[in-house]
């Protein structure tokens, strides 16, 4: 069991910061890939950001120059810096993580979720 605990969401006006954290825990013996998605009311989860092992990073278009990603790999986390905020940002957002567990089964586990909220 791979657990994923996201914090940092909240309330921001619009050009403002926020910064999105989240915790892997349990049985993890490797973890790949780590991301974030959001998803605003009405429409499909979408992919914001992601980053391998290594460090390589994937941005969607509309948060490229804005957001950052970055992960700590000793304590199984991975943050988004999130800057000059837009309405449009406001979603849900979850934290992703794949990898393998101690037993070497795969896994992708999801967050609860963290709202973000932008006021124009």
């Known amino acids: 069991q791979v657990q994923l605990v996201e914090s940092g969401g909240g309330l921001v006006q619009a050009g403002g910061s926020l910064r999105l954290s989240c915790a892997a825990s349990g049985s993890i013996f490797r973890l790949n890939a780590m991301g974030w998605y959001r998803q605003a009311p009405g429409k499909q989860r979408e992919l914001v950001a992601t980053?391998?092992?290594?460090?390589?990073?994937n941005y969607a278009d509309s948060v490229k120059g804005r957001f950052t990603i970055s992960r700590d790999n000793a304590r199984n986390t991975v943050s988004l810096q999130m800057n000059s905020l837009k309405p449009e940002d406001t979603a849900v957002y979850y934290c992703n993580a794949e990898g393998a567990t101690t037993t070497l089964t795969r896994f992708s586990s999801w967050g609860q979720g963290t709202q973000v909220t932008v006021s124009s």
């Open positions: 980053i391998t092992s290594g460090g390589s990073t």
